[in-house]
C-alpha cells in the first residue's frame, strides 16, 4: 500500500473502469446500493463480494480458517486470497473495514 500523500495507481485502471465507479459516488443510500448491485451483478457476485469481507473481518479476529469455513462457507482458497490481500494488497480492505467498523485501532493489518 502506498504511504500517506502518495497517489495510487491501480493496475485495472482504464476509462470504463473510472466511469463505473464514478457513477458509484452518486450513491447515496444503502437502498440506492441495493437497486444499483442487483441490476450490475449477479445475486452469486453480490455474495461473492460480501462472504470475502466477512472472511477479512473474521481474519482480523484472528478466527481460524476452520472457523471462517465452517461460519462463512468460504473455501481455504478463497480465505488464503483474502489472508493475502490483508497482507500484501493495496490496503482496500483496510479502507472498507475502517468505514464499516470503526475504530479498528486493533486490526493487524492497519498497522
Known amino acids: ?41 449477479t445475486v452469486a457476485e453480490i455474495k461473492a463480494l460480501a462472504q470475502r ?15 471462517i469455513v465452517k461460519i462463512t462457507g468460504a473455501s481455504t482458497a478463497t480465505i488464503s486470497r483474502v489472508n493475502k490481500c490483508i497482507s500484501y494488497g493495496s490496503g482496500g480492505y483496510k479502507l472498507a473495514q475502517a468505514s464499516v467498523h470503526p475504530p479498528y485501532s486493533n486490526l493487524r493489518f492497519l498497522t
Open 53 to 67: 469481507m466477512e472472511v477479512a473481518r473474521m481474519l482480523d479476529q484472528e478466527q481460524t480458517y476452520t472457523e
Open 1 to 41: 500500500m502506498k504511504g500517506a500523500g502518495q497517489m495510487y495507481q491501480s493496475k485495472l485502471q482504464d476509462a470504463q473502469i473510472d466511469a463505473l465507479f464514478e457513477a458509484m459516488q452518486c450513491l447515496e443510500t444503502k437502498e440506492d446500493y441495493y437497486r444499483f448491485f442487483e441490476d450490475i451483478s
